[in-house]
């Protein structure tokens, strides 16, 4: 069987792992993840969900600057930009439609700037592939850039709460649905209102599984819906 988040202490990511637990209660006790999943027959080009909303056409992210800043972009995965050009994969096995970090690393970390500082409503994440890189884990941390020891780059040494990033989300959809294949949405947003006025999110994402290389999300697109 498939190691998935809860089990993989023998993972070259561990300490990362023992960090997100540990930091986890730093996140705000009103944000809510919801976590949506359509099994591969009744995943379609549509990501329509249940309980999260589909990908947006238009969203604050459309113009935003992405960057790498801690792993490798796989030699088979599209580039950045394709977490927000609109762009769908319309099955469930198109490297070329997704973003993914390099076979048999460990993860890593991406940088987005959305240019200013905005209130945000909701952050919203949507993988599809056909096994263990379907699922998503990760962390999601912000920042308005005005914080004296802001590190737009924290590397995988740096912890970001400690270079002013304020840790808004733990992700873990293999808590509901294991490394089940399919489609998956993410939805982060607080009930009450705004997550928050923001310019930088930087997304720790981690790998699914160790049994094999082929353990990194096939991250399809990534919204960040504005709160007007």
Known sequence: MKRTFRSMVNSRFASVLA???????AASAKVKVTIDHNARPEATASFKFKYVPSPAKEDAAATAKLSLVVGERDRNSA????????ILPADEDEPRSNFFFKAGDSGGRFLM???RAIAIKQVNSYSWHSDSRAPQIY????SDGADADFNPSPDAKTHPAGCGWKLIATVDTTAQYGDDGGQYGVSIADPDGS??????LLF???ETEVDDPFGNTFFSEVDVIADK
Not at 19 to 25: D, H, K, N, P, R
Not at 139 to 142: I, M, Q, R, T, V
């Open 139 to 142: 962390n999601l941390y912000a």
């Open 204 to 206: 720790e994402v981690i």
């Open 19 to 25: 960090l997100m637990l540990s930091v986890a209660l």
């Open 113 to 115: 700037d959305l240019g």
């Open 195 to 200: 997550l928050g006025k923001f310019r930088y």
């Open 79 to 86: 580039d950045l930009s394709a977490l927000t050009d609109g």
